[in-house]
């Protein structure tokens, strides 16, 4: 079976930094897409970052260009997101999700995690 486990949120001030982790396992294919979406209360999961595992490509919702950064490391079957510059409006529950194709990536899908938070203080 694919679980997926995020953790790392927590509470930081505007302009602070957090890196959030989702170790997965259980995905036999060679290549598929990680991504992180995230929900805020009252509102739609979205896509806030994904990457296709083989080739490292990556791809970005505009609200969190140039601050924040998805990155691997394959041998640990982790990716990471790296958020840099934190708005209040970044507060919410940050999921992970496995699926085989980055077609489309911000619709959620997938296979998903348990989410962790992340709050403005």
């Known amino acids: 079976d694919v679980q997926l486990v995020e953790s790392g949120g927590g509470s930081v001030q505007a302009g602070g930094s957090l890196r959030l982790s989702c170790a997965f396992s259980?995905?036999?294919?060679?290549?598929?897409?990680m991504g992180w979406f995230r929900q805020a209360p009252g509102k739609e999961r979205e896509g806030v970052a994904a990457?296709?595992?083989?080739?490292?490509?990556?791809y970005y919702a505009d609200s969190v260009k140039g601050r924040f950064t998805i990155s691997q490391d394959n041998g640990k079957n982790t990716v990471y997101l790296q958020m840099n510059s934190l708005k209040p409006e970044d507060t919410a529950m940050y999921y992970c999700?496995?699926?085989?194709?980055?077609?489309?990536?911000?619709?959620?899908?997938?296979?998903w995690g348990q989410g962790t938070q992340v709050t403005d203080s």
């Open positions: 259980g995905y036999t294919y060679s290549g598929h897409c």
């Open positions: 999700a496995a699926r085989r194709s980055c077609d489309n990536w911000y619709y959620p899908a997938g296979i």
């Open positions: 990457i296709y595992t083989s080739s490292g490509t990556t």
